[in-house]
């Protein structure tokens, strides 16, 4: 292996959910600039046409869907549609998600407090939908004999978290290890599974409240770096576990936090 071709992805198909904000942004700007051709999936039409113009724009390959990930059956037609038409599917990140209500500490997210619709809608979109989308990609990669798939879990799933609440935090530590089970089952199948649990970045989750410079402090002061991250920070580890440079790492979800769980 060239070392200047470990992070080439030119000729692979990929699928992002959730990639007209934020993290999916990010991590599809990338695996398009390594020469990826990229389907973006997301719910918002208006934030999806501006992420798929501005990647065409750069001259990348694209395609753009809108679905909603916590319909299951939509979500499989369009991941299979993408991989009968290019005739494979070589990477999937699953992204999408979204926040989880106040954090468990509020009266609010206090666990007497937890309703059924806020529990339920969470986990849809956080795990159901990302189980369906490995589930999914997995059914062509394991054909192929080759894949790679990373799940975006978060530092929340990792340990008891002070700035979430129940439904977050529960529906996170599932899918780490969801990507445990799933790399386990399709390794022999050379698919690789992994994971990245980031700690607080600045996009557009929770209406964008991290952006307020009260709520930004709160997550700042969780971190060893004492900041919160930009978005364009997730690119090198998405693009690690894209690509042939993670080729014997499977079954990791990896930290991205400026040092909070370290402590
Ligand atoms: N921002 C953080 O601090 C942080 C920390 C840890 C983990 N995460 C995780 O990162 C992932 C991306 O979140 P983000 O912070 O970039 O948020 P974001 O809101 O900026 O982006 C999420 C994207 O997912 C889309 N989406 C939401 N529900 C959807 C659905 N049902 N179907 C299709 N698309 C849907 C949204 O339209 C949006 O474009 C999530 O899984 C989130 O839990 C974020």
């Known amino acids: ?147 790679r798939i990373v799940a975006i879990a978060s530092i929340a799933g990792l340990r008891a978290d002070p700035m979430t609440g129940y439904a977050y935090a529960s529906s996170k530590g599932a899918v780490v290890n969801l990507v445990r089970q799933a790399a386990w089952e399709l390794a022999p199948y050379n698919v690789l599974v992994n994971g990245i649990a980031p700690g607080p970045f600045r996009t557009n989750i929770a209406g964008g409240r991290i952006r307020e410079p009260e709520v930004e402090k709160a997550f700042a002061d969780t971190v060893p770096l004492g900041r919160i991250a930009e978005t364009d920070e997730i690119m090198g580890l998405a693009l690690l576990l894209s690509s042939k440079a993670s080729s014997f790492m499977t079954g990791t979800v990896i930290p991205i936090d400026g040092g909070t769980v370290a402590i």
């Open 1 to 147: 292996m060239q070392a200047g071709k470990l992070f080439d992805l030119k000729g692979q198909v990929a699928v992002v959910t959730g990639a007209a904000s934020g993290l999916g942004l990010a991590i599809t700007k990338t695996l398009a600039a390594n020469g990826a051709h990229v389907a973006l999936l997301d719910l918002n039409s208006e934030t999806l046409a501006a992420a798929y113009q501005w990647v065409n724009g750069q001259g990348f390959s694209a395609e753009s869907h809108q679905v909603d990930v916590s319909d299951s059956e939509a979500l499989r037609k369009t991941i299979d549609g993408i991989a009968e038409r290019h005739g494979h599917l070589d990477i999937l990140v699953a992204n999408a998600g979204i926040s989880g209500g106040p954090n468990s500490r509020t009266e609010a997210g206090a666990i007497e407090n937890v309703s059924d619709e806020l529990w339920n809608k969470v986990v849809d979109v956080n795990l159901t939908a990302t189980f369906v989308a490995i589930q999914s990609a997995a059914k062509h990669m394991k054909k192929q004999r080759q894949g």
